[in-house]
């Protein structure tokens, strides 16, 4: 049973577009976060949501509780983006872990 | 930028061996984490710690594994027995609260041989 599904699982853009990396999740949830992992396969936290909005430079993140359901999107993609982009929750019964997706893996060809 | 750090970057061991993995989490954060990904897998929660004590601990983390923050900067996670379903990337994390993100450590590959 996966609680957190990703899609695209995988995704090939050229340097510029505009990308959509979608979260759906079925549990209820307290937060979610966006993180992006580097080939190296370090992690880094990109956004926290619980509700609403969040940009961070070219970095949109945005949820809808009702739906459940997030969208990250880049705008003005580049190279350097490439990276596994994951969804990961956490849920309303927990306060503790994290569940994450399998990640979404984009290379932006120059 | 505050990190958290994680020693070693890489290590490999023989089977049945017990391995330390060590984490200095960030100085005012008061929640740890260790999490591990299979080569090719999902990342998986193991366990969190808070207040000096484990809050939750998943189904993989059996008696084969324990966490301690033995001197008030370092959090180490201790696989007593080794086995080779164990290799993997453990990555540990901290944050300062309920309220706020994760940060972090770049990772310890332990490979089982």
């Known amino acids: 049973k996966n609680e957190v599904e990703q899609s695209p699982q995988n995704l090939t853009a050229q340097e510029g577009e505009f990308i959509t990396i979608n979260c759906s999740y079925s549990?209820?949830?307290?937060?979610l976060h966006w993180l992006q992992q580097h080939p190296g396969g370090g992690i880094v936290s990109l956004f926290m949501l619980s509700s609403g909005k969040k940009k961070h430079g070219r970095l949109i993140a945005t949820i809808n509780i009702q739906e459940k359901h997030s969208s990250l999107h880049i705008t003005a993609s580049h190279p350097r983006d490439s990276a596994v982009y994951i969804c990961a929750v956490i849920i309303m019964d927990s306060n503790y872990q994290l569940i994450w997706g399998a990640g979404t893996k984009l290379i932006i060809k120059p | 930028e505050p990190e958290v750090t994680q020693t070693p970057s890489h290590q490999v061991t023989q089977m049945g061996q017990e391995v330390i993995l060590r984490c200095v989490p960030i100085?005012?954060?008061?929640?740890f984490y260790w999490y591990r990904q299979i080569l090719g897998q999902k990342v998986e929660f193991l366990v969190s710690?808070?207040?000096?004590?484990?809050?939750?601990k998943s189904e993989i983390f059996d008696d084969q594994f324990s966490v301690e923050r033995p001197d008030g900067s370092n959090f180490t996670l201790k696989i007593r027995s080794t086995k080779l379903e164990d290799s993997a990337m453990y990555f540990c994390?901290?944050?300062?609260?309920?309220?706020?993100?994760?940060?972090f450590g770049s990772g310890t590959r332990l490979t089982v041989v």
């Open positions: 549990v209820g949830i307290s937060a």
């Open positions: 710690f808070y207040n000096n004590e484990i809050s939750e």
């Open positions: 100085s005012n954060h008061l929640y």
């Open positions: 994390a901290s944050r300062m609260g309920e309220n706020y993100g994760y940060t």
